[in-house]
């Protein structure tokens, strides 16, 4: 059994590895520091490889399929990304742009690639990490929160088709909500509501994507704001994730 982990130095990656290693799966961690993948793979007790790749550059991502095309791969977690905080017109184009490659561009390819290989093998897993971003526009993180709208839409579709195709290939996204990892710190923000442990979010992943659900939502309240969501006019939701996203500054 052999798992690739996107975004795996740090955050949900490196839980997920961990998990999936208690689980006995050989892993391919995946992430730019180098370093950080070294300390993991000494935690470890399975057969780890250690690939040091930027995903937000798309060749990179082809390179990273050719590696293992041939290979027995079960899993795919597309876990790499970042938020960027501010007015759209005054965030950094070129961190948004990067943000664009690695959150929508890298996951794109990746899926579209290991799903070519699964569906002639008729088996394997992908694992696209959203958010609970998905769900609605996000004043003050409007590309972060666009970025995995398309994460979770392009998930779903990809579902429905597999489903009318009895494939045994399964897709999966993971939609939480805050969770303490080193995302805040990168985004340059605080949570505004209590933030969930890495370890209760992935295990509770791993367990409903070995069961084929769709979209996972870890946390009562996140499926809540979800559910209610549903009913509110864009105007004032637009005003509510204001408010919140306002609240994050630190």
Do not use: W
């Not at 060749?59 to 970042?82: H, M, P, Q, R, S």
């Not at 295990?203 to 009913?231: C, E, Q, R, W």
Request: with cysteine; hydrophobic share 40%; proline share 3%.
């Amino acid at each position: 059994m052999k798992a690739i982990i996107t975004g795996a130095s740090s955050g949900l990656g490196k839980e997920f590895a961990k998990q999936l290693s208690k689980k006995g799966y050989d892993l391919v961690l995946v992430a730019r520091r180098k370093e950080r993948l070294r300390e993991l793979k000494d935690e470890l007790d399975t057969n780890i490889e250690i690939v040091t790749l930027d995903l937000s550059f798309p060749t990179n991502c082809v390179k990273l399929f050719k590696k293992y095309k041939k290979e027995n791969i079960d899993i795919l977690i597309n876990n790499a990304g970042f938020g960027v905080f501010g007015n759209f017109d005054q965030t950094p184009l070129d961190r948004e742009l990067e943000l664009i490659d690695i959150n929508i561009v890298a996951v794109h390819t990746l899926t579209k690639l290991f799903l070519q290989k699964f569906k002639k093998e008729n088996k394997g897993y992908i694992l696209n990490v959203a958010s609970s971003a998905a769900f609605q526009p996000g004043p003050l993180m409007s590309t972060y929160y666009a970025s995995k709208s398309y994460v979770y839409n392009l998930t779903c579709a990809i579902y429905e088709e597999l489903k009318k195709e009895k494939s045994n290939v399964h897709v999966s996204t993971l939609c939480p909500g805050p969770v303490n990892t080193e995302f805040n710190d990168v985004a340059g923000v605080t949570f505004g509501i209590k933030a969930l442990e890495a370890n209760e979010v992935v295990s509770y992943t791993l367990d409903k994507m070995f069961k084929n659900k769709l979209v996972i939502i870890p946390g009562t309240s996140i499926k809540l704001a979800k559910f209610f969501g549903k009913f509110v006019p864009i105007k004032l939701m637009l005003k509510i994730t204001y408010k919140i996203q306002k609240k994050k500054v630190k």
